[in-house]
């Protein structure tokens, strides 16, 4: 049975959750078509022969495990997966395993004949003679560094003399991959992106919060809950915070004003929330705000909506500077440039998105790295990838006499139109109305 989730005020139209069988088959599906269209692209462009991925049960490589059947949940013993050019420009899709690795990957191990998974693999490497070997090892990106140290000296004392010396790091295929998305996924992250929208603003409704009562830790706990009703899974622990007329400012090093969460939601409140699901293998990152109505209210302080479409201002500012080849940390200046000249402070610190929260790829910005990032920083952006558009934008509130400050995360992908947002973003504060007698 499909589980069906309606939208509320963020779209217009139900969302179906898939059955798990269901979704093992998509998973499986997509599998297929990323191997056959763009692996092929990945090695081609980047001269890589033969792509080694090699992990043990419960130590799995990060590369590996985007690669495994919807039915594993993790390897089997060593699980070896070889990625090898063909003279056609194709790619052959092998597997040095124990077990059948579904049906992406031709088994090429028979323990009978060849008793010795290593020598197996060194028969393989023979068949396709490569002249570049890839394995996963990167001193700037873990995802792309999952090679283990055990794994590495078995490898490379079983290797052949003459074949040491072509093994490379295969960090630009395994970061392609891992931050690449294919049409058939896009389409499917928009449903996931929105039904976060969703929870979100079920969460920050009457319907969870009375104000006087509900503590932001009540709220952080009905979402993880609500996760598990829904059949769903999280990245991170939410988080729920208030900004309010009183003494405090917000925290330069957390999206949190105050970290005691059984602080109790009143009437005047500022909300923010940092949230996220994983669904069919695809994250989401999302920070909005809400506004407690006070009695007698019906909208949202006009300086508070004025202060979010300040933030809005600096989304737009920011990704309007994306552009194919430019680095993260070139986009992060000329958008901060741009942003202090128009009176803004902004901080930003946006991440890729996909088989991670914190995705391989651009890193544009951290909070503590205002003036870029190296290595990963230094990395240009590509087409085709996601991004969670994360920065915040501080102002001084003259109501409040204090500094507040608007942290907006929208995910949102990069192609050659530019950057569009998944399920748009938040433009008006959402209203916690008090609940009805």
């Known amino acids: 049975m499909i589980l069906t989730f309606c939208a509320n005020s963020w779209a217009t139209n139900t969302v179906d959750i898939l059955p798990m069988r269901d979704r093992a088959d998509f998973l499986d599906n997509i599998l297929a078509k990323r191997v056959e269209l763009l692996l092929p692209k990945l090695m081609n462009e980047h001269k890589l022969d033969m792509w080694v991925i090699i992990g043990r049960e419960y130590n799995e490589d990060p590369v590996l495990k985007t690669l495994l059947p919807a039915t594993w949940l993790s390897a089997r013993r060593t699980t070896i997966l070889v990625f090898a050019r063909k003279s056609d420009g194709s790619i052959g899709a092998h597997a040095i395993a124990p077990y059948n690795v579904g049906h992406v990957f031709e088994k090429a191990w028979d323990k009978a004949k060849q008793p010795?998974?290593?020598?197996?693999?060194?028969?393989?490497?023979?068949?396709?003679?490569?002249?570049?070997?890839?394995?996963?090892?990167?001193?700037?990106?873990?995802?792309?560094?999952?090679?283990?140290?055990?794994?590495?000296?078995?490898?490379?004392?079983?290797?052949?003399?003459?074949?040491?010396?072509?093994?490379?790091?295969?960090?630009?295929?395994?970061?392609?991959?891992?931050?690449?998305?294919?049409?058939?996924?896009?389409?499917?992250?928009?449903?996931?992106?929105?039904?976060?929208?969703?929870?979100?603003?079920?969460?920050?409704?009457?319907?969870?919060?009375?104000?006087?009562?509900?503590?932001?830790?009540?709220?952080?706990?009905?979402?993880?809950?609500?996760?598990?009703?829904?059949?769903?899974?999280?990245?991170?622990?939410?988080?729920?915070?208030?900004?309010?007329?009183?003494?405090?400012?917000?925290?330069?090093?957390?999206?949190?004003?105050?970290?005691?969460?059984?602080?109790?939601?009143?009437?005047?409140?500022?909300?923010?929330?940092?949230?996220?699901?994983?669904?069919?293998?695809?994250?989401?990152?999302?920070?909005?705000?809400?506004?407690?109505?006070?009695?007698?209210?019906?909208?949202?302080?006009?300086?508070?909506?004025?202060?979010?479409?300040?933030?809005?201002?600096?989304?737009?500012?920011?990704?309007?500077?994306?552009?194919?080849?430019?680095?993260?940390?070139?986009?992060l200046a000329r958008s901060r440039q741009q942003a202090i000249s128009q009176g803004l402070q902004p901080t930003i610190y946006t991440h890729p998105l996909g088989y991670h929260g914190h995705g391989a790829g651009t890193t544009l910005g951290m909070w503590d790295s205002q003036e870029g990032v190296p290595g990963d920083g230094d990395y240009p952006l590509h087409v085709n990838t996601a991004y969670a558009i994360e920065l915040n934008n501080a102002i001084f509130i003259e109501e409040w006499k204090k500094e507040i400050r608007i942290m907006l995360e929208e995910d949102a992908i990069f192609d050659k139109s530019g950057v569009w947002y998944l399920n748009g973003r938040q433009t008006e504060l959402l209203l916690i109305k008090p609940r009805a007698s």
């Open 116 to 331: 010795n998974q290593w020598l197996a693999l060194n028969e393989l490497i023979e068949s396709y003679r490569p002249n570049s070997i890839g394995i996963n090892q990167s001193s700037h990106w873990a995802h792309a560094d999952g090679l283990v140290a055990t794994d590495k000296e078995s490898l490379l004392s079983h290797l052949p003399e003459k074949y040491k010396t072509k093994v490379v790091s295969a960090e630009p295929v395994a970061i392609g991959w891992l931050e690449q998305r294919i049409p058939e996924e896009i389409a499917i992250y928009k449903d996931i992106v929105k039904l976060a929208h969703s929870i979100i603003a079920e969460a920050f409704s009457s319907k969870v919060i009375t104000p006087g009562q509900t503590t932001t830790d009540d709220v952080v706990w009905w979402l993880r809950e609500r996760i598990v009703e829904l059949k769903l899974q999280t990245w991170f622990h939410p988080t729920v915070s208030i900004q309010r007329i009183d003494n405090v400012n917000v925290k330069h090093n957390s999206s949190l004003a105050n970290d005691d969460g059984k602080q109790i939601i009143l009437p005047g409140d500022l909300l923010h929330v940092d949230f996220g699901i994983t669904y069919l293998r695809l994250n989401t990152d999302t920070q909005q705000h809400a506004y407690v109505l006070k009695p007698g209210e019906t909208e949202a302080p006009h300086y508070l909506q004025k202060a979010l479409l300040f933030g809005n201002q600096l989304q737009d500012i920011f990704t309007g500077h994306f552009s194919e080849g430019l680095t993260g940390n070139q986009v």
